[in-house]
């Protein structure tokens, strides 16, 4: 079994930053893939980034620029930090985590609120 723990969200004003950090524990393997994801009210659940244990990161046309999804050179642990934050930035925001053999695994997600 895998657990996914997030942790780092909070209430910040347009323009601050965040750091989010996900870490997967259990039978976790070289070759995954963990990624953030957000939904907000009312929307579908989107990426944000991901990050391949070999460092590959792929980012969301919404966030590239702005945010930074970064992993620990050991652990499946992964940061995501997030820059000049919006208004609507604000969702929760998940971290997953795919094996390789293709099981999916999703922390119960933490809050992100950009407001003044």
């Known amino acids: 079994q895998v657990q996914v723990v997030e942790s780092g969200g909070g209430l910040v004003q347009p323009g601050g930053s965040l750091r989010l950090s996900c870490e997967a524990s259990?039978?976790?393997?070289?070759?995954?893939?963990m990624g953030w994801y957000r939904q907000s009210p009312g929307k579908q659940r989107e990426l944000v980034a991901t990050i391949r244990s070999v460092g590959v990161t792929n980012y969301s046309d919404s966030v590239k620029g702005r945010f930074n999804i970064s992993r620990h050179k050991i652990k499946s642990l992964v940061y995501l930090q997030m820059n000049v934050l919006k208004p609507e930035d604000t969702a929760v925001y998940y971290c997953?985590?795919?094996?390789?053999?293709?099981?999916?695994?999703w922390g119960q997600g933490t809050q992100v609120t950009v407001s003044s």
């Open positions: 259990g039978r976790i393997f070289t070759d995954y893939l």
């Open positions: 997953k985590i795919r094996l390789r053999q293709g099981n999916e695994y």
